[in-house]
């Protein structure tokens, strides 16, 4: 979920664009969320949270037919999985399916009858088999048919003047709403994708199509290239009377040695209003690229509007969704529509990097790929656009999150989710606004250079696979040669609040002047909060002043009360406790 500061655009536009992204999770369908999220003794068997590994996909071959004049779509998957250990029943994910048929094919090519129950609301399901099964390779065939959603999650129905258009928002849990499967960021897998969709209509998803058969009736079967290892949540469809408009390719540079297929869509008649989109995605791009030093992973880039009042951005694969007004403009639209524009781009381009080629092991460090996108976004956006004022919006939008940080009851940075209802609970300013300034202060301590050398390393060492918190942060340790940043991190992310830090200037021996810093947690004047209730590992940096004029040294604050040495030969007239 990604949110973004109210100085980038007019505050009548920021309910709107408060949360971006994962804003899609929905509440049960029946009854009080507050009470669903209680286990009842009926459910207790039912893994409500992470599935295990008992049964796990290896590959998906997904066709789905989409036909968006209509009121349901249909599709089947065949899913290649590994058992390890012998069971006469599994739990996937599907939510509000009819199933037409399923069945498993083991190694030999037996295939074993199954039968397909939705046990729990949130979409956990049992696949019974007709017999044991031993471990091994199998695959799960499944034809099933569902409504379209009419609100903005799974793969839904949107109306725009009299035509209606499909598409797709998946993050958190609402992939098992267009396909059965296991709907979990840990599986991340291969993919081949087939749509049946009007032969009129345009046909998006993850990779480029690669092939198509004319099927009669007016609808064609469109084969695209098969994936790279990805989590359900970020595949996306969109199928309609969209236009498209084709921009042809980005064009190489020294960090790719391969062009990218480019193009973007809008509902009908809206076209010629993504030029400016598109013309400033390379530059962008370009920019992520380099800070990365590794080529954008994907094979191509295509831009969605999507119709009617989808909120916000998602980050899919290869296939990225917007709200209409951040990609439909041009160079004379307000220059708030346009930074907007710019900031979010940028986070969801630099997602392709952290959060999809690097993707989160579980729901419960979802907070690490929102603050870094937050983080990262600002950065590219400066470095792009030098002029639009994006310097200072890290730290603007970590002080806004002081505010909800300073209750009582404020939650950590990284919260554990141990069911499928506390998924949203994760994505909130202190996830992206807070994280966001933590990544910041890191940097501040190392050195900006020591912390990109601590990603490049990260994404080279866990590309096309899941990685936790404790990986990121042990990559930038390592990157940057400054292991106690670790327990700095963690005391920032495992407890709630923020500190605030007391100095005095201590020049009782002019020769050896020192700054004498105690912390306790930052709360509002009258509050209930115990000043003592929490303990951090502070990085800071001091500027002070003297003859030769101003110097500037980092230290971490790891006591409640603490003495910081200054590199100075006398008492300094002057001490900034905060520099930069």
Known sequence: MKEFTRSLFPSVLFALFLVVGCSKSDVPAEGNPQEAAKPTTQETAVPVGRLGDTVAPVHYRLELRIDPTQESFSGKVSIDAMIKEPVDSFWLHGNGFDVDEIFLTDANGNRVAARY????????????????????????DISFRRPFETGTNGLFKAMKGEDA?????????????????????????????????????????????????????????RVFATTRPMPTYLLAFAVGPYDLVDYGTIPANSIRKREIPLRAIAARGLGERLNYALENTDGILTVLEQYFGMPYPYQKLDLIAVPGGFGGA???????????FLLLMDENSPISQRRIYTAVHAHEIGHMWFGNLVTPEWWNDIWLNEAFASWIMFKAADAYWPDGEFDRETQKRALDAMNNDSLAAARQIREPVDHNHSISDAFDRITSQKGGGVLAMLERYVGEDAVQAGVRLHMKRHADETATAEDFI???????????????????????????????????????PQLIVSQARYAPLGSAIEPDSGQWHVPRCIRSSGPTGNKSECALLSESEQAIALDTNSCPPSVHPNAD
């Open 165 to 221: 258009y499909a598409a797709t928002q998946f993050e958190a849990i609402d992939a098992r709403k267009a396909f059965p499967g296991f709907d979990e960021p840990a599986f991340k897998v291969s993919f081949d994708l087939a749509l049946v969709t009007r032969a009129d209509h345009v046909a998006i998803t993850t990779t480029p199509e690669i092939a198509n058969e004319v099927l009669g009736d007016g609808y064609v079967r």
């Open 117 to 140: 129950e939705q046990k729990h609301e949130s979409g956990v399901s049992l696949v019974s088999l007709d017999q044991t099964l031993d471990s091994g390779a199998v695959t799960l």
């Open 474 to 512: 042990a990559s930038v340790a390592e990157g940057s040669d400054r292991a106690e940043i670790e327990a700095a991190f963690k005391s920032y992310i495992e407890q709630p609040g923020v500190p605030l830090l007391s100095t005095r200037l201590d020049c009782a021996d002019p020769a050896n």
């Open 314 to 324: 998602m980050e899919n694969i290869g296939a990225i969704t917007y709200n209409e």
